[in-house]
């Protein structure tokens, strides 16, 4: 599996991408940067689109790249969220006030985008994957998610702080080849963490410690906030016994 870092980021500078990941070129986790990073040609090769919430920073994308497929009369593209974030952005975000609603604009080949109800630890079949989406601690209803295919999976926990469900799940995929997980703020700031349901350098190694098989996966860490990207780094440099690492803007992965 091809995996692209499109953004990785928890928050926007010129230097700076909120969240999306490209899996073989068909899937996405998340949606946060996937018209400002990827071009056009890209866009239109994808088939699904994984959200694990509806916060702006991992769907806002989701509004241009609707449109850039409408205008290229592209098939739809599958948007994979719980039933919770699937009303929230028809609420909030595609309502005809803040976007058009392109689930009832079509294209020739059918609706512009097409909303997908991920139903938590059922495994759906998307775009050639098996898709779980696990249930994961943040201030709203937030999911991470499992994608298998022949060769291998990869884990996703989306915005998350201290959790159980997702270990536990992970625990008993045997051919986990790679984890993708947050970490959004320096051990200083834990009280904010804690508050707003993200990771700190200590919270994440303890919860890394959750997963006893398989044992030293690749773990690739995103959402650091850019006005502690220093500080965060450095602390996780100091993290014993962990395969982590950080990645950059268009980085990409052989899974």
Known sequence: MDLRVVGCHGGETPKH?????VLDGRLTFDAGSLTSGLDLKSQLKLEVCLISHAHLDHIRDLATIADNRYQADA?????????WTIAALKKHFFNGVIW???????TSHGPTIQFVELVPEKVMRLA???VRAITVAHTIDASGFVVSSKHGSIAY??????????????NDVPDL???LIEVSFPNREQKLATISGHHTPRSLALD????????DVPTLLYHIKPVFQREVEGELAKLKSLNLSVPQLDDRYKI
């Open 75 to 83: 098939p739809p593209l599958l948007v994979g969220a719980t039933k």
């Open 157 to 170: 926990s989306g915005d998350t702080g201290p959790t159980e469900r997702l270990w536990e799940v992970l």
């Open 17 to 21: 991408r909120t969240s999306a990941f």
């Open 177 to 179: 080849r790679a984890l």
């Open 208 to 215: 890394l410690r959750k997963l006893t098989h398989p044992k």
């Open 128 to 130: 050639g994957f098996d």
């Open 100 to 106: 058009p609603d392109f689930s009832k604009i079509p």
